[in-house]
């Protein structure tokens, strides 16, 4: 079973950016589907950024524009850009990945234990 493990996270003001690693424990094929969701405070777990088994990335709404998902297949290390960041940025980031491509929360099989990004006004 692939163990992710996220760093990177930390507190900036808004405006800051902030670079995310999610480390693989073992080889993620080409054929994964990774991703990376967050979950702020009293609310649902949602996706930010994800990319196809092809490369393709697909983001939020309310992401597209200021961050940018990339993964380094010799590093086995998949990572999330954030510029322009804000307040509601804030929450806990997790890593996952996806064997079917559904990104269901019920359908992700592996999931990191997420690192804390805090965006102060």
């Known amino acids: 079973q692939v163990q992710l493990v996220e760093s990177g996270g930390g507190s900036v003001q808004a405006g800051g950016s902030l670079r995310l690693s999610c480390t693989a424990s073992?080889?993620?094929?080409?054929?994964?589907?990774m991703g990376w969701f967050r979950q702020a405070p009293g609310k649902e777990r949602e996706g930010v950024a994800t990319?196809?088994?092809?490369?393709?990335?697909s983001y939020a709404d309310s992401v597209r524009g200021r961050f940018t998902i990339s993964k380094d297949h010799a590093k086995n290390t998949l990572a999330l850009q954030m510029n322009s960041l804000k307040p509601e940025d804030t929450g806990m980031y997790y890593c996952?990945?996806?064997?079917?491509?559904?990104?269901?929360?019920?359908?992700?099989?592996?999931w990191g234990q997420g690192t804390q990004v805090t965006v102060s006004s």
């Open positions: 990319m196809d088994s092809d490369g393709s990335p």
């Open positions: 996952a990945i996806t064997y079917c491509g559904s990104w269901q929360l019920n359908a992700i099989n592996v």
């Open positions: 073992a080889y993620t094929y080409s054929t994964y589907y």
